[in-house]
């Protein structure tokens, strides 16, 4: 993958769907650029090539491209995959023109505060208890190219990292939106009203006919670590001596089924847990502060 969707020949035979129609600023009127959408699939992974047309490539906004970072202030594509079809949770995949990586979950349709906040802003539904779950973390790739027709993306997203049901054909919810920033435009090929964001899967489109695996692979997946340091003591005597600190440990993952994922660790490191987000209390109900460490960020 290297993000060129329409040099792509394996591209060619996808049907491309489009017709894209904005939320916001100006509700039901077809969106400004034209995007256009497709989707291939192999025996284990699912594809999904995007361009987005741009009549003016320089004005196309870039910002962090950290994983999971907000996309508020950057052009932007995002998805949803309703996988079970219940039109309450889901998973979200998007990116930039930079080629960040932003993914969750979606629960319960965003929550009740979630389900009226625009989609990619990384803001305060960053727990599942908030309705939309950002410490989720899957395995997937993207890749994005900037052309002189504007930038494209590339996604591959293995069957593996979502759950779906045990049935060999699938029929999936999706929904598909574009943030073009320099016009504040927010547009999805199935139409949502100004009050509704992505997280809406109850008024998302199908995605039908997918062949998926025949039974749900058991992913394992393992993160050692291992930390040390070393220093030298001198004595009174001048005399010098080596002393060490040493640990290890590791983090666990394996999906047991379709709707049950084992997260263990061992000797837990938690050097690189982010710290959490400064709150204040005004009031008397009880803070929340989301679990950050990466057993924890997963089903």
Do not use: H
């Amino acid at each position: 993958m290297d993000g060129n969707v329409l040099g792509d020949p394996v591209w060619a035979a996808a049907q491309a769907v489009g017709g894209f129609r904005q939320t916001f600023p100006d509700e039901g009127r077809p969106a400004t650029e034209r995007t256009e959408v497709r989707v291939l699939f192999t025996s284990d992974t699912i594809y999904f090539g995007v361009v987005c047309y741009d009549s003016d490539p320089a004005g196309i906004i870039m910002s962090d491209s950290r994983r999971d970072s907000s996309m508020t202030d950057a052009d932007s594509f995002q998805m949803v995959l309703d996988t079970f079809q219940d039109q309450q949770n889901g998973f979200v995949f998007g990116t930039t023109p930079a080629g960040q990586e932003y993914d969750g979950q979606v629960i319960n349709e965003g929550g009740t505060r979630g389900s009226s906040r625009r989609s990619g802003s990384g803001g305060f539904s960053r727990g599942s208890a908030g309705g939309f779950n950002l410490n989720w973390d899957g395995a997937w790739q993207v890749q994005t190219a900037i052309s002189d027709i504007g930038w494209s993306a590339e996604f591959a997203i293995p069957f593996r990292t979502v759950r779906y049901p045990a049935r060999e054909f699938q029929s999936w919810g999706v929904n598909f939106q574009r943030n073009i920033r320099r016009r504040s435009e927010i547009s999805y090929w199935s139409p949502l009203p100004r009050q509704y964001n992505l997280y809406r899967v109850s008024m998302a489109g199908q995605l039908a006919g997918l062949a998926t695996p025949g039974g749900l692979a058991n992913n394992l997946q393992m993160t050692p670590y291992a930390i040390g340091e070393t220093g030298v003591r001198r004595g009174d005597g001048g005399a010098s001596t080596m002393q060490g600190d040493y640990a290890y440990g590791a983090d666990l993952k394996y999906s047991i089924n379709s709707g049950l994922t084992l997260d263990g660790t061992f000797n837990t490191d938690f050097a690189q847990v982010e710290v959490d987000d400064q709150q204040i209390n005004l009031d008397r109900f009880n803070l929340f502060f989301p679990e950050k460490r990466t057993p924890a960020s997963s089903p």
